[in-house]
């Protein structure tokens, strides 16, 4: 049996490590970081080319299954998959862990996309950690706010013209979390409902501190796709 596992994420990761000795197993990943943690398994690094490139991949190489373990952001790729999978009669799994829910004390601003997240700055605070990577960084750049943007790789223009970037990649710890608020007077967080444990502690800091969360909504998926929470599920999805 030959599994297709989609994404970089953590989740996928931990999947090609539940699945590596029992079946065949390729990760994909996109090629958007620069120096990726990789997987088990045989890994692909590099787009499709679309939905037709994804289902000649399939067939090609003859793929059993598909899991879509991309980052809840990543939107396209999972209507992509969806397509793909139905177009070369393979089964579909979307491997997506579940969002944040706020919790007593919370402050958060839910907003529809990155540059509603920018409106919704005016009047909330002058600096912003802003933790939604590096892409999509434009919709924020005639901001007249302080911004600490943290990433794994490092940003290109255009950006908030006030801006200092920080290197780094999660998991994050509560400690580290409140010292950078401390450190650098945070009084905005702007991030992804990306959810998940890695970077779930800016949360918890920010709800000590006072701070508003601007909270970006996760985008539409497509319907009719059976959902696994865990790596767990998925692996036993994929055995049974």
Known sequence: MHILILGGTTEARALAGLLHGEVRVTSSLAGRVASPRLPEGEVRIGGFGGVDGLVEWIGGHAVDAVI?????FAGRISFNAARAAATAHVP?????RPGWVPG???DWRPVASLEAAAGALDGLGERVFLTTGRMGLAAFADRPEWFLVRSVDA???PMPARTEILLDRGPFTLDGEREILARHRIDVLV???SGGAATAPKLTAAREAGVPVVVVRRPSVPEGVPVAATPEEAAAWVLR
């Open 68 to 72: 879509d373990a991309t980052h809840p």
């Open 92 to 96: 579909l799994l979307a491997l997506r």
């Open 104 to 106: 007593e004390g919370d």
């Open 155 to 157: 940003p290109e223009a």
């Open 191 to 193: 991030t992804k409902d």
